[in-house]
């Protein structure tokens, strides 16, 4: 019997290195071929072809160009063109998805419609907040998978709750996170990325937080306040850069270009301190042992915050100020084994084998 293809389907940054470490353990433990699809949610140099220089993974298979002027657009488009690829493949392809973005839906839609089978790797990740994007994509992706790979026991638990493995016939894997694989076994940059020797580390790009103009002019409100005190440097996203100019809000702080991931690792391992509305970069202070501030009100890792390694507030001012001063005094546990020991990606291409093999 032939193996199966297993088909990465990706589109941001951190999907990338998730990307990374799975694919390597994969291609050096099981005999399966690999093929990359990129959505090009992320396809500026310094937002995708950086990652794949880096971190040697191999150039996407197929790259999508896909013109889209809203979220809703872009999910029926790329859907459409990744079931155009995966019609009339073998059935017996496996589908990997990684998290919740909007490339993440798209390829489940397309995976189930063209009879696939789906891995979902991030799964059970629960906000109970229907109104964010990422939770209405995350939690119709599970719905349509078949396998789920969980990063902490509470997503695990999330899924068990609502059924999953049980009367909704699935498989429910406890993992372990390939965030932790990847800053575990990639180095980070030798380089200092700034000169300063205590700064905050900032990213801001959540949908929520830069669409709606009251929420970012209080975020950069409050970093320009924070950054009188103690020096604060963002690697500006791109999306972040076109909500500032449209809405004529400045920042004060050090802003600097996006960076790659083993220079986003020594940034934030030589901060004081990080500010973010991002999941992985919330997960990669905590491996790093800094505490952080999370720009959200109901965090993705809520693990993080129940360890007394992180705060989390909502988009405003004071609320920013006043838990930013709290971080300090934290009584953090930076030990607890919230993400596994590292070898998820060595389980993860272990059930591959098993599944291909039953």
Not at 40 to 50: A, K, L, Y
Not at 283 to 302: D, G, N, T
Request: with cysteine.
């Amino acid at each position: 019997m032939t193996e199966p293809t297993i088909i990465h389907i990706v589109g941001n940054r951190p999907q990338f290195i998730k990307l990374a470490v799975l694919h390597d353990v994969i291609s050096k433990q099981t005999p399966f071929r690999q093929f990359i699809l990129h959505t090009g949610q992320h396809s500026s140099s310094v937002m995708s072809n950086i990652f794949f220089d880096e971190l040697s993974i191999p150039a996407p298979d197929v790259q999508l160009e896909i013109n889209a002027s809203s979220p809703d657009e872009f999910v029926g488009k790329a859907s459409s063109k990744i079931f155009s690829f995966l019609y009339g493949r073998p059935d017996q392809d496996i589908v990997l998805v990684y998290g919740d973005t909007n490339s993440t839906l798209a390829a489940s839609l397309a995976a189930r419609r063209s009879n696939k089978r789906l891995f979902h790797f991030e799964s059970g990740v629960r906000t109970k907040d229907k109104n964010m994007p990422e939770e209405i994509n995350r939690v119709l992706t599970d719905r349509l998978s078949c396998v789920h790979y969980c990063c902490t026991e509470l997503n695990r638990q999330n899924l068990l709750k609502e059924g999953f493995g049980s009367c909704i016939p699935s498989e429910v894997i406890l993992t372990g996170d390939l965030m932790l694989d990847a800053f575990l076994h990639i180095p980070e940059s030798g380089e200092s990325v700034i000169r300063s020797e205590n700064y905050v580390a900032c990213t801001v790009h959540r949908v929520d937080n830069i669409a709606d103009r009251n929420n970012l002019g209080a975020i950069v409100a409050a970093l320009n306040k924070i950054h009188q005190e103690i020096e604060v440097v963002i690697p500006l996203h791109p999306h972040t850069e076109k909500r500032l100019s449209e809405f004529k809000l400045k920042l004060n702080c050090t802003v600097i270009s996006p960076l790659s991931y083993r220079a986003m690792k020594r940034f934030i391992a030589d901060a004081n301190s990080v500010i973010t509305d991002s999941g992985g970069a919330s997960r990669e202070a905590f491996f790093s042992k800094k505490r952080s501030l999370i720009l959200m009100e109901s965090p993705f890792w809520p693990e993080i915050v129940q360890a007394g390694a992180a705060l989390n507030c909502r988009p405003s001012v004071e609320d920013i100020c006043n838990q930013f001063r709290l971080l300090a005094s934290l009584n953090s546990d930076f030990d607890i084994n919230i993400f596994g020991d590292g070898n998820a990606s060595v389980r993860i291409a272990e059930h591959l084998n098993n599944t291909a093999h039953s």
